[in-house]
């Protein structure tokens, strides 16, 4: 009983430790007062204008005319997204196709690279990485022309494949940089552990290190995929009309339909769903301060 | 399974600035318990991470039985190497390298896989191993979810389930606590001498080495001080800090010098026995210095010849006692197996003559055969 009485009696001290509040000096309750009045200044300048898109994407074409683009519409309409699925319906579709197979071939190539680079010492190997360090940096409309020339002399031009192999290859060095770090964070140790127990080089690569950084990859897949998604220079050099991507097709609905505003923001909407909806639920891998939880070993 | 030669290795980490290991030449025979002991960072892991293949040597050969593993001449390109997962050996790191994304069951049993055991065999072996290491109960765990001496036992376990040439072994029982390192310590041994494999232990525990070993490899910064059986070194240290490595507590040196038929040690003289005369012939008027182990002493029974020594204090061991005495300024243990501790405060030890250790006090070296 004893024992069970003083236990009791700690245990509430160290909740009252816990609980016990510095009171603010009445100058710092001020500044959080500004502080907070700066914040919520900053929030509303950037939001207004996606309130403003969000509100003129719900109402009729005539509504939009007369009245302010932050007012709330007087009656909801699907119209606006309506004829925006009209003309986006199918570079949507190509947008996924060139996203999913474009970010999936330059994290696969990324990760052979990375795994390469961070885990096997041979010749030259810190010339590779600052090489593909240089290449994050190069301005695409450096290359823009004869990159368009390579790809009609490969026949791909307005071809979604063509899309994908270009986004393949541009993607590469910034997957290899990205993950190349968190490979650096496999212990080595599990890399020579791996060799004893008898498996050759690109057998711990699949056993071990894949395995291992599954979050890692995970995040620079999603990385990889809002950077095509959103991309528009190659889009619009290297597609052509069978194979327009969506962001262009939108930039298409704002030149080409005079004003309806109402289904240009109803457009933009549809396009930023996703990489919303992405960055909510992944949000937390994205900073990347959180992943050296995810692959340390031991 | 293989016999072990390692002739004139180097290994250097800055490129022959400075080496870790200089011209190491080791015979470890077929099925042999072969232990590295020494201080920390004299080389032990160096040396077993080149057998192991995971590191090249700049210099020297390694064989297993007469197949050649690595052969390197000071160029860049090794003249042989084979690679690791070539060499058909099982480790244990001292830092256990668990797979994280891998169960208990599926780290002990990777090996096998890899090699395409079949499978009632893996799950036989692993289940034996775990049962004889007491970890069955922890199988289907992740690493994560064990603590520092399970993570220990499962490393262990991973290299034991195994079947292979040689067993490196890298300070596989540092973290767990004494019990269980008596315990899993004399498993090992069983289990090894069971399979016959040969193995390298690598420990800075003197315990460890002394109980386990055939074959004690005694190493410090880089170079092999004395290597032989337990007894061999224990009973006839090559040097001072063989002397002072094994043993606890440690060997007893007295600075004394050589006077005709006594040896001086200040505040004690002793009578150079029949068997020492011989050896101490050259060094008559110099300086030698004595060594005895604590437990060589007796109490010389009422008075008679001996040290003069005062006690400062004891220590009770449960079945002997540990008696620290002063002979002149110098503080002296030795070891007291009696019932009771003896209450006088003057004693007089007189020391196993046929025990005695001499070395030079200059190149450290045993004077003594
Ligand atoms: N990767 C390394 N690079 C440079 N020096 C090292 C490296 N590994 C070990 N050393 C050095 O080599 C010496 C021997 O190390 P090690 O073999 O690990 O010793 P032990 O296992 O006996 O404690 C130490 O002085 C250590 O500092
Ligand atoms: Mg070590």
Known sequence: MQGNISSIERSKAGQQAQTVRVKPKWH??????????????????????????????????????????????????????????????????TSLMVTLFGAAGSVFLGSICAYALSKWKFRLNNVFFIALVAATYLPFQAILIPLLQTINALDLYDNIWGLVLVHTVFGMPMCTVMMRGYYADVPDALVRQAMIDGNGMWQIYRKIVVPNTKIATITVFVFQCTSIWNE???????????????????????????????VQMAGSLILALPVLVLYIFMGKYLISGQMSGAVTAS | MASIKIKDMSVSYNKGKSYVLDKLNLDI????????????????????????????????????????????????????????????????????????????????????????????????????????????????????????????????????????????????????????????????????????????????????????????????????????????????????????????????????????????????QLKVPESLKACLAAYKGKKVDLGIRPSDFELAENGGEGIHVHVDSIEPLGDAYLIYVRVGEKVVVFKYTGETAPEEKELVLRPNMAKLHLFDPTTEDRINK
């Open chain 2, 29 to 268: 025979k077929d099925g042999e318990f072969c232990v590295f002991l020494g201080p920390s960072g004299c080389g032990k892991s160096t040396a077993m991470h080149c057998i192991a293949g995971l590191l090249h040597p700049t210099n020297g050969e390694i064989w297993f039985g007469d197949e050649i593993m690595t052969s390197a001449d000071g160029k860049k390109k090794d003249k042989t190497f084979v690679p690791p997962q070539e060499r058909n050996i099982a480790m244990v790191f001292q830092e256990y390298a668990l797979y994280p994304n891998m169960t208990v069951r599926e780290n002990m049993s990777f090996a096998l896989k890899t090699k395409k055991a079949p499978k009632e065999e893996i799950d036989k072996r692993v289940a034996y191993m775990a049962q004889m290491l007491s970890i069955e109960q922890l199988l289907d765990r992740r690493p994560a979810e064990l603590s520092g001496g399970q993570r220990q036992r499962v490393a262990l376990g991973r290299a034991l389930v195994r079947d292979p040439q040689v067993f490196l072994l890298d300070e596989p029982l540092g973290n767990l606590d004494a019990k269980l390192r008596d315990q899993v310590r004399y498993e090992l041994k069983k289990i090894q001498e069971q399979l016959g494999i040969t193995t390298i232990y690598v420990t800075h525990d003197q315990t460890e080495a002394m109980t386990m070993a055939d074959h004690i490899v005694l190493m410090k910064e880089g170079h092999i001080m004395q290597q032989g059986t337990p007894n061999d070194l224990y009973d006839h240290p090559a040097n001072e800090f063989v002397a002072g490595f094994l043993g606890t507590p440690q060997i007893n040196i007295f600075p004394c010098e050589v006077k005709g038929d006594v040896l001086d040690g200040g505040a004690f």
């Open chain 1, 28 to 93: 710092m309750t001020a500044l959080h007062v500004v502080y907070y009045a700066i914040l919520i200044a900053l929030l509303v300048f950037y939001m207004l204008p996606f309130w403003g898109t969000v509100m003129t994407s719900f109402k009729t074409n005539s509504e939009v005319m007369t009245s302010t683009p932050i007012t709330p519409p007087t009656a909801w309409t699907l119209e606006g997204y309506a004829s925006a699925m009209e003309e986006l319906g199918l570079p949507l579709l």
């Open chain 1, 232 to 262: 528009m220079l190659f889009a619009l050099v290297l597609g052509g009309y069978d194979s327009k991507p969506a962001t262009i097709a939108l930039n298409e609905l704002a030149g080409t339909m005079a004003a309806e505003f109402n």
